[in-house]
């Protein structure tokens, strides 16, 4: 094969493309419905709340931190929304207003970890039970309806006249800001580097822990913009909204081929996981295999992700070397 | 860093730092004394306000709703003392609970060997996350997480929508949890054997040392020859078993299992560890505190229901518990660490 | 002591090879039992090497060793320790959660009938052994709250209660206020009057001659000499440390000085440094010497912005200057070359073009996109000027040799156009060729206007290249030499706390 070939073939995309193509052939073989336009437009609403909080996790993982929280801010926001619409709080006010609370949910994670010096870990842990609780605390048991109908059209419709749903449409401009942020400009390049060696940066005049905290403040922003995109589509503010997301959200990072230990990662990368874990569990749902069950699947994915980089690393560093070119640079 | 000290410590800066050290100390074992008093202080604020909570029928039904969750808490300390963590407990003994429960629902095992199979598989699962993480060398955190998931869906395979309720389940099971033990509930009896067995192993067997050392200096333990990744292994290993043991007596005490039971458990058990002085960085904590944890998590649930607050706060303040007990702690060892720089020393 | 006693540790011919440098070239050394030897030494001169090699974390290249005539390989720390080779770093690695106690005995504690610790005879045991060591010292306390000092005597009581016949101790007091310096002292003389033979690895010369039966000095990893200690003089020893160097070093050219460009008043930071006063003209070089912990590096750290000063102000350019951060720093042209290269100067997975252009990526992004043609022009240029060797300025860092790694770290500071650098170890483990090479740019620069601070602990390096020398000892300035005055000796005897000749 030519170098070129060589090179594309090792990309880790390139796997994702694969695995892709394999999942889409494996879903048609088990229903025709499958390659349909519908189920293209229901598969990928189904993902987009996933998708909008993957993106500000995978700055924050390459930036050597994590973010557990998001479920759970994704699921105050919803309840908040359902809560101050109950109030006969017109939306144009609540929107805001719950967007800037998961922007305060994000300031809190970040102060805890830059400036209490706090394991993001834990923190996030920590505040992954805080924004649930609180969740329930705002809205308890109660589901609102009710809404507006341009407001769960814009949830769960399509831009006229296609089949793009409209959170596509927010995903895919947030994708592109995204991989703009991180490919194309110095903040990108800042990050980066905090991944990879948080010293140097910090010797170089970054300042990491602003960086870090704003990382923060925008997952939670986004995170509780996930949670109005889910009232919408669901018709339904309710506490629980979103439980369980965590998975699917922190597997499609990781999956994308995002360093657990930062410094290395591609926005494209996770939008292709993204797609990859929605068609798989297109695909199982499809075969009837209820989205709980799904979890073992996507858990094994997400174990494999992490796992196989490196067992394949230690398998290979056991063997003797053969290698007839120079090591091509895969990042 | 080195570097000398430049002021030659005066007679009352020593006599200081004698001080300090003895302060350390105490701060260590005074964990357990702090939380008992914040007991006292929560059981006399409530009774207070309503005196139906100061009863022993009370302090019996907290001490078993404690039970089950002071087990996992168990093995969840011998794994955070290894500077790991294990979200899949909840899993764990969901899965676990459903199986046992339709082992005997199917009659397929009599009521020892559905609780044997019931504790083997705890057993399996702890082993399977110990492969991963010592293995594969995956982070606790990712490997558990995926696992968290990978047991509930396996649950929610094996239950495929069915439920086992207590009328399917035979006597002698149902009998656990409802048996006492001279007047004192087999449960709490139960869980406080397995908590003074792990107490005393942890503190007084060379294993359960070396696992302290492990979590208190991985790259020292690893020079003095401790075989680290092998006893991480084991870590997961107890506490999928505590997990299970936790998950045999589920359908015993609550009577019915569905393959939603004990969803979200993990959170309260680790803030139960954290609340207890476990150090989440590893090396230090005890399992005595980390049952005190849950006893004092337990208490003010029970005090919520008691006081017809909502029972919406308990999980936030599971979570707010979590982040001020981490940050306590790392503000005390900051603090003193701070002393120990100004006196000259470090 | 005793002339003729057979030695029960000896090492012939020992050589250790890392990379480009031979840290330790045909070593021979001899311990006696009730003895201290003393071993001697610059920075870099191969000690720390060779205590890793007794300590068996390094295995020699060439060379053998001997215990009690036996021959000696180790294969790993544990077998040093089961050989009875006691080894104390200068940062005991202990378990902070375990008390002193378990500490220890860790790995062979007492065991009780019921297989569980026997807390008694642990602790009695562990008393025991600070009773002989005449120490007060709680045994059931956790080690987290012990000074560096009681966790060395922590780790001497392992090695007693392991019965260990050579105990080396590497740099053991650098960290240790004098008092606890004293009390070391009398534990030592103990452990040699019951036998003990002891290696006392240390470069601060006073305390050589206070403790020491015997020395033995390195230099560039050679073995220079070993001595009674009532044969030489300190002022021998130190002649012998710093020798005569034959490599050509780049003096620094003639430049017109400038006006002062930076000013430290009375600079102090707790438990570090204090009351440290200095001036940088333009042109000038001034050179920072020191002993390692004489408070160098964390100056520097302070005048970069790193770390916060205490007392004392921070000027420059005649104006006071308030420096909270690295960028602060930046903004006023202060610019510093970290000691730690890897850790510090450079993201090593980083392109040359991606490390020069850290620092200022802000700048060289128009609406926010990095203009990468940019960049690389400016990352080529430097490597241009500074002579980097590489495959081209898309090379990754981590592939480059010492010397072309610190000389883009030099260009990523450089990139920032500053006025005021200041230089920590630049030429440490960096080959002669390039050493010169670095040397070279160094003098350039303040040939136009730089003002620069060199933090050396190669007294050739800091006689060639500096205007002026501030000598720190212990956290204070010892003695500050103007070119024509300065010598190897007198820096070398201001540095180790004796009065400036």
Same mark, same amino acid.
């Given at each position: 094969?030519?170098?070129?070939?060589?090179?594309?073939?090792?990309?880790?995309?390139?796997?994702?493309?694969?695995?892709?193509?394999?999942?889409?052939?494996?879903?048609?073989?088990?229903?025709?419905?499958?390659?349909?336009?519908?189920?293209?437009?229901?598969?990928?609403?189904?993902?987009?709340?996933?998708?909008?909080?993957?993106?500000?996790?995978?700055?924050?993982?390459?930036?050597?931190?994590?973010?557990?929280?998001?479920?759970?801010?994704?699921?105050?926001?919803?309840?908040?929304?359902?809560?101050?619409?109950?109030?006969?709080?017109?939306?144009?006010?609540?929107?805001?207003?719950?967007?800037?609370?998961?922007?305060?949910?994000?300031?809190?994670?970040?102060?805890?970890?830059?400036?209490?010096?706090?394991?993001?870990?834990?923190?996030?842990?920590?505040?992954?039970?805080?924004?649930?609780?609180?969740?329930?605390?705002?809205?308890?048991?109660?589901?609102?309806?009710?809404?507006?109908?341009?407001?769960?059209?814009?949830?769960?419709?399509?831009?006229?006249?296609?089949?793009?749903?409209?959170?596509?449409?927010?995903?895919?401009?947030?994708?592109?800001?995204?991989?703009?942020?991180?490919?194309?400009?110095?903040?990108?390049?800042?990050?980066?580097?905090?991944?990879?060696?948080?010293?140097?940066?910090?010797?170089?005049?970054?300042?990491?822990?602003?960086?870090?905290?704003?990382?923060?403040?925008?997952?939670?922003?986004?995170?509780?913009?996930?949670?109005?995109?889910?009232?919408?589509?669901?018709?339904?503010?309710?506490?629980?909204?979103?439980?369980?997301?965590?998975?699917?959200?922190?597997?499609?990072?990781?999956?994308?081929?995002?360093?657990?230990?930062?410094?290395?990662?591609?926005?494209?990368?996770?939008?292709?996981?993204?797609?990859?874990?929605?068609?798989?569990?297109?695909?199982?749902?499809?075969?009837?295999?209820?989205?709980?069950?799904?979890?073992?699947?996507?858990?094994?994915?997400?174990?494999?992700?992490?796992?196989?980089?490196?067992?394949?690393?230690?398998?290979?560093?056991?063997?003797?070397?053969?290698?007839?070119?120079?090591?091509?640079?895969?990042? | 860093?080195?570097?000398?000290?430049?002021?030659?410590?005066?007679?009352?800066?020593?006599?200081?730092?004698?001080?300090?050290?003895?302060?350390?100390?105490?701060?260590?074992?005074?964990?357990?004394?702090?939380?008992?008093?914040?007991?006292?202080?929560?059981?006399?604020?409530?009774?207070?306000?309503?005196?139906?909570?100061?009863?022993?029928?009370? #302090?019996?039904?907290?001490?078993?709703?404690?039970?089950?969750?002071?087990?996992?808490?168990?093995?969840?300390?011998?794994?955070?003392?290894?500077?790991?963590?294990?979200?899949?407990?909840?899993?764990?003994?969901?899965?676990?609970? #459903?199986?046992?429960?339709?082992?005997?629902?199917?009659?397929?095992?009599?009521?020892?060997?559905?609780?044997?199979?019931?504790?083997?598989?705890?057993?399996?699962?702890?082993?399977?996350?110990?492969?991963?993480?010592?293995?594969?060398?995956?982070?606790?955190?990712?490997?558990?997480?995926?696992?968290?998931?990978?047991?509930?869906?396996?649950?929610?395979?094996?239950?495929?929508?069915?439920?086992?309720?207590?009328?399917?389940?035979?006597?002698?099971?149902?009998?656990?949890?409802?048996?006492?033990?001279?007047?004192?509930?087999?449960?709490?009896?139960?869980?406080?054997?397995?908590?003074?067995?792990?107490?005393?192993?942890?503190?007084?067997?060379?294993?359960?040392?070396?696992?302290?050392?492990?979590?208190?200096?991985?790259?020292?333990?690893?020079?003095?020859?401790?075989?680290?990744?092998?006893?991480?292994?084991?870590?997961?290993?107890?506490?999928?078993?505590?997990?299970?043991?936790?998950?045999?007596?589920?359908?015993?005490?609550?009577?019915?299992?569905?393959?939603?039971?004990?969803?979200?458990?993990?959170?309260?058990?680790?803030?139960?560890?954290?609340?207890?002085?476990?150090?989440?960085?590893?090396?230090?904590?005890?399992?005595?505190?980390?049952?005190?944890?849950?006893?004092?998590?337990?208490?003010?649930?029970?005090?919520?229901?008691?006081?017809?607050?909502?029972?919406?706060?308990?999980?936030?303040?599971?979570?707010?518990?979590?982040?001020?007990?981490?940050?306590?702690?790392?503000?005390?060892?900051?603090? #003193?660490?701070?002393?120990?720089?100004?006196?000259?020393?470090? | 002591?005793?002339?003729?006693?057979?030695?029960?540790?000896?090492?012939?011919?020992?050589?250790?090879?890392?990379?480009?440098?031979?840290?330790?070239?045909?070593?021979? %050394?001899?311990?006696?039992?009730?003895?201290?030897?003393?071993?001697?030494?610059?920075?870099?001169?191969?000690?720390?090497?060779?205590?890793?090699?007794?300590?068996?974390?390094?295995?020699?290249?060439?060379?053998?060793?001997?215990?009690?005539?036996?021959?000696?390989?180790?294969?790993?720390?544990?077998?040093?320790?089961?050989?009875?080779?006691?080894?104390?770093?200068?940062?005991?690695?202990?378990?902070?959660?375990?008390?002193?106690?378990?500490?220890?005995?860790?790995?062979?504690?007492?065991?009780?009938?019921?297989?569980?610790?026997?807390?008694?005879?642990?602790?009695?045991?562990?008393?025991?052994?600070?009773?002989?060591?005449?120490?007060?010292?709680?045994?059931?306390?956790?080690?987290?709250?012990?000074?560096?000092?009681?966790?060395?005597?922590?780790?001497?009581?392992?090695?007693?209660?392991?019965?260990?016949?050579?105990?080396?101790?590497?740099?053991?007091?650098?960290?240790?206020?004098?008092?606890?310096?004293?009390? /070391?002292?009398?534990?030592?003389?103990?452990?040699?009057?019951?036998?003990?033979?002891?290696?006392?690895?240390?470069?601060?010369?006073?305390?050589?001659?206070?403790?020491?039966?015997?020395?033995?000095?390195?230099?560039?990893?050679?073995?220079?000499?070993?001595?009674?200690?009532?044969?030489?003089?300190?002022?021998?020893?130190?002649?012998?440390?710093?020798?005569?160097?034959?490599?050509?070093?780049?003096?620094?050219?003639?430049?017109?000085?400038?006006?002062?460009?930076?000013?430290?008043?009375?600079?102090?930071?707790?438990?570090?440094?204090?009351?440290?006063?200095?001036?940088?003209?333009?042109?000038?070089?001034?050179?920072?010497?020191?002993?390692?912990?004489?408070?160098?590096?964390?100056?520097?750290?302070?005048?970069?912005?790193?770390?916060?000063?205490?007392?004392?102000?921070?000027?420059?350019?005649?104006?006071?200057?308030?420096?909270?951060?690295?960028?602060?720093?930046?903004? %006023?042209?202060?610019?510093?070359?970290?000691?730690?290269?890897?850790?510090?100067?450079?993201?090593?997975?980083?392109?040359?073009?991606?490390?020069?252009?850290?620092?200022?990526?802000?700048?060289?992004?128009?609406?926010?996109?990095?203009?990468?043609?940019?960049?690389?022009?400016?990352?080529?240029?430097?490597?241009?000027?500074?002579?980097?060797?590489?495959?081209?300025?898309?090379?990754?860092?981590?592939?480059?040799?010492?010397?072309?790694?610190?000389?883009?770290?030099?260009?990523?500071? /450089?990139?920032?156009?500053?006025?005021?650098?200041?230089?920590?170890?630049?030429?440490?483990?960096?080959?002669?060729?390039?050493?010169?090479?670095?040397?070279?740019?160094?003098?350039?620069?303040?040939?136009?206007?730089?003002?620069?601070?060199?933090?050396?602990?190669?007294?050739?390096?800091? %006689?060639?290249?500096?205007?002026?020398?501030?000598?720190?000892?212990?956290?204070?300035?010892?003695?500050?030499?103007?070119?024509?005055?300065?010598?190897?000796?007198?820096?070398?005897?201001?540095?180790?706390?004796?009065?400036?000749?």
């Amino acid at each position: 094969m030519r170098p070129w070939a060589i090179a594309l073939l090792r990309r880790w995309e390139s796997l994702l493309v694969l695995a892709f193509v394999a999942f889409v052939v494996l879903g048609s073989s088990l229903s025709p419905y499958f390659v349909s336009g519908s189920n293209f437009s229901d598969l990928t609403s189904n993902l987009m709340e996933k998708a909008i909080m993957a993106l500000p996790l995978a700055l924050i993982i390459i930036a050597g931190e994590i973010d557990l929280s998001v479920e759970s801010m994704l699921g105050l926001s919803s309840a908040l929304l359902g809560f101050t619409y109950a109030l006969g709080w017109p939306l144009w006010l609540d929107v805001p207003l719950v967007l800037a609370v998961g922007g305060a949910g994000g300031l809190l994670n970040g102060l805890l970890v830059t400036r209490a010096g706090l394991p993001s870990l834990v923190v996030t842990l920590g505040t992954l039970a805080l924004y649930r609780g609180l969740a329930s605390v705002v809205l308890g048991p109660r589901s609102i309806s009710g809404w507006p109908e341009w407001f769960t059209n814009f949830g769960f419709g399509d831009i006229p006249g296609t089949l793009i749903p409209w959170p596509l449409l927010v995903f895919a401009a947030l994708a592109v800001a995204f991989v703009f942020v991180l490919h194309r400009t110095w903040i990108g390049r800042q990050i980066y580097a905090i991944g990879k060696n948080k010293e140097a940066a910090r010797y170089a005049g970054i300042n990491v822990a602003r960086v870090k905290t704003y990382l923060f403040v925008l997952s939670g922003v986004l995170s509780a913009l996930a949670g109005v995109i889910l009232t919408a589509r669901f018709s339904s503010a309710r506490a629980d909204n979103g439980q369980g997301f965590v998975l699917d959200t922190v597997t499609s990072v990781l999956l994308g081929g995002v360093n657990i230990f930062g410094g290395e990662g591609t926005i494209v990368g996770v939008v292709l996981a993204i797609f990859v874990i929605g068609v798989l569990r297109n695909g199982l749902t499809l075969a009837d295999v209820s989205p709980d069950t799904q979890s073992v699947a996507v858990g094994a994915l997400l174990i494999l992700s992490v796992a196989g980089p490196t067992l394949v690393r230690r398998i290979s560093a056991a063997r003797p070397r053969r290698q007839l070119t120079n090591p091509v640079s895969n990042s | 860093m080195s570097v000398r000290a430049i002021d030659s410590p005066t007679s009352s800066a020593l006599a200081g730092r004698i001080g300090l050290e003895r302060t350390l100390t105490l701060v260590a074992r005074l964990r357990e004394v702090g939380i008992l008093l914040v007991l006292l202080v929560v059981v006399a604020i409530v009774s207070i306000q309503a005196p139906l909570f100061f009863s022993v029928s009370n #302090f019996e039904q907290i001490l078993l709703n404690v039970s089950l969750i002071a087990v996992v808490a168990v093995g969840q300390t011998t794994v955070v003392l290894t500077r790991n963590v294990d979200l899949s407990v909840g899993s764990v003994v969901g899965l676990v609970a #459903f199986v046992t429960g339709d082992l005997l629902k199917e009659h397929t095992l009599d009521v020892p060997g559905a609780i044997a199979v019931g504790c083997l598989l705890g057993v399996g699962l702890g082993a399977f996350n110990g492969l991963i993480i010592a293995v594969a060398r995956v982070p606790a955190i990712v490997a558990t997480l995926g696992t968290l998931y990978v047991y509930r869906g396996l649950d929610f395979l094996v239950a495929g929508g069915k439920q086992v309720s207590a009328i399917d389940l035979p006597r002698g099971y149902l009998g656990i949890a409802s048996s006492s033990v001279l007047g004192v509930p087999t449960l709490i009896v139960a869980a406080a054997l397995i908590a003074l067995v792990a107490a005393y192993l942890l503190r007084n067997s060379g294993v359960g040392r070396e696992l302290y050392a492990i979590g208190s200096n991985p790259a020292a333990a690893e020079v003095i020859g401790i075989p680290t990744q092998r006893l991480i292994f084991g870590a997961f290993v107890v506490c999928g078993l505590c997990a299970g043991i936790a998950g045999v007596l589920w359908g015993s005490r609550f009577g019915s299992v569905n393959a939603l039971a004990a969803s979200g458990l993990e959170l309260q058990v680790i803030a139960a560890v954290v609340v207890g002085g476990v150090n989440i960085f590893g090396g230090s904590g005890t399992v005595v505190g980390a049952v005190l944890g849950a006893i004092l998590l337990a208490t003010i649930e029970n005090a919520l229901r008691i006081l017809h607050l909502s029972e919406f706060w308990l999980l936030a303040i599971d979570g707010a518990v979590i982040l001020l007990a981490v940050a306590t702690d790392a503000a005390i060892r900051g603090y #003193f660490q701070r002393i120990l720089m100004r006196t000259g020393r470090r | 002591m005793n002339q003729a006693a057979a030695p029960i540790l000896e090492l012939t011919g020992v050589s250790k090879r890392f990379g480009a440098v031979q840290a330790l070239q045909n070593v021979d %050394l001899q311990l006696v039992a009730h003895e201290v030897h003393a071993l001697v030494g610059e920075n870099g001169a191969g000690k720390s090497t060779l205590v890793k090699i007794l300590a068996g974390i390094h295995q020699p290249d060439a060379g053998q060793m001997k215990l009690n005539g036996q021959e000696l390989v180790l294969s790993g720390p544990a077998a040093a320790r089961h050989l009875g080779i006691a080894v104390i770093h200068q940062h005991p690695n202990l378990f902070p959660d375990l008390t002193v106690a378990e500490n220890v005995f860790v790995g062979r504690l007492p065991r009780n009938p019921l297989r569980g610790v026997d807390w008694g005879e642990l602790n009695r045991a562990a008393e025991r052994l600070f009773a002989d060591l005449g120490v007060k010292q709680s045994v059931s306390v956790p080690v987290r709250g012990l000074s560096v000092a009681d966790q060395q005597l922590v780790e001497i009581a392992k090695a007693l209660s392991l019965d260990a016949r050579v105990l080396v101790m590497d740099e053991p007091t650098a960290s240790l206020s004098s008092r606890e310096v004293e009390r /070391l002292f009398t534990i030592i003389r103990q452990l040699r009057a019951r036998g003990v033979a002891i290696l006392f690895v240390d470069h601060r010369i006073e305390e050589v001659f206070e403790i020491a039966d015997r020395v033995s000095v390195l230099r560039d990893g050679r073995h220079v000499i070993t001595v009674p200690i009532a044969e030489v003089t300190p002022a021998d020893a130190i002649r012998h440390m710093v020798g005569r160097r034959l490599e050509t070093l780049f003096p620094k050219e003639a430049a017109t000085l400038g006006e002062v460009a930076l000013e430290a008043r009375g600079l102090a930071r707790k438990g570090l440094f204090s009351d440290v006063s200095f001036q940088v003209r333009r042109g000038e070089i001034v050179g920072l010497a020191g002993l390692i912990g004489a408070g160098r590096t964390e100056v520097a750290r302070v005048l970069f912005g790193i770390d916060h000063a205490d007392a004392g102000e921070v000027l420059v350019a005649g104006m006071h200057a308030d420096i909270r951060s690295p960028k602060d720093a930046m903004r %006023l042209g202060i610019v510093y070359v970290p000691e730690d290269r890897h850790q510090q100067g450079l993201v090593l997975d980083f392109s040359i073009a991606a490390n020069v252009s850290l620092p200022i990526v802000q700048r060289l992004s128009r609406l926010l996109v990095l203009d990468r043609a940019q960049e690389e022009g400016l990352a080529s240029d430097y490597s241009k000027q500074l002579q980097v060797r590489a495959t081209g300025v898309d090379q990754a860092a981590s592939g480059l040799s010492g010397g072309n790694q610190q000389k883009v770290v030099i260009a990523k500071w /450089l990139a920032t156009k500053p006025t005021i650098l200041l230089l920590d170890e630049p030429t440490q483990g960096v080959d002669i060729g390039a050493k010169a090479e670095v040397h070279r740019i160094i003098s350039q620069l303040a040939a136009q206007g730089m003002a620069i601070v060199l933090i050396s602990s190669e007294l050739p390096e800091v %006689l060639g290249m500096a205007d002026r020398i501030v000598v720190l000892h212990e956290g204070r300035v010892a003695a500050e030499f103007g070119r024509d005055e300065a010598s190897q000796e007198r820096i070398m005897a201001a540095a180790t706390g004796h009065a400036p000749a």
